[in-house]
């Protein structure tokens, strides 16, 4: 298997947030993609360790801020690389609210959906929630970053460690030791093992 064929798909990258009991929490995914358009219905998919996560599986709820190529890597690491469970991630940063009452993001981003969730698909690491557009506004024409485009444009390249060790590919996070536990997760941004790569 050449994983580096995942590579070529081309997804786009969203900010997806939730609102639960006061508190608006959100995270990055590259899974959002439409299903059909009567009714207009998308799926995505969130890893269960996300604290938006539980917060869309209890509430039903959830927006999408569709990232475009004036997103920063500010806006990937605020999003990406730390948990709602440990710090407010809607402090600090400049965010609208949508008419179902959660945040969605305005700097870095074109478009926004609002959903509702229709049905769920347990996929062990992860929930496939299928959910209907509720409302949709697009907010400028800057093109979308893809995928691909976040790993040649707004991910930094990485310093060049002197230790041993793997890096995280997706958002460079340094692991040192010789062996890279075929279990291990990146504890920023919750990619599997298959994901590092060892440090040249
Ligand atoms: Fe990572």
Redesign the pocket.
């Known amino acids: 298997m050449d994983n580096k064929a995942f590579f070529k798909l081309s997804y786009g990258l969203f900010v997806v947030t939730a609102h639960e009991d006061g508190k608006d929490n959100g995270c990055i995914t590259n899974t959002v993609m439409q299903l059909t358009t009567t009714p207009n219905r998308i799926s995505l998919a969130v890893n269960k360790a996300n604290y938006t996560h539980g917060m869309i599986e209890r509430t039903g709820r959830f927006n999408v801020s569709i990232l475009s190529e004036s997103a920063t890597f500010e806006t990937f690491k605020h999003w990406g690389?730390q948990s709602g469970k440990d710090v407010d991630k809607a402090a600090g940063i400049t965010f609208s609210r949508s008419d179902n009452g959660i945040i969605y993001v305005t700097e870095g981003v074109n478009a926004v959906l609002s959903a509702k969730v229709e049905s769920m698909v347990d996929l062990g690491t992860h929930t496939l929630f299928i959910a209907e557009v509720t409302d949709a506004e697009s907010l400028n024409d800057t093109p979308s970053a893809t995928y691909a485009y976040y790993h040649k444009n707004i991910k930094p390249a990485p310093e060049r460690p002197k230790k041993k060790g793997w890096v995280?590919?997706?958002?460079?996070?340094i692991y040192e030791g010789e062996e890279l536990p075929a279990d291990f997760i990146?504890?920023?941004?919750?990619?599997p093992a298959s994901?590092?790569k060892p440090i040249e």
């Not at 995280?168 to 996070?173: A, E, H, K, W």
């Open positions: 690389f995280c590919t997706i958002c460079g996070y990146c504890p920023l941004c919750k990619h994901d590092f």
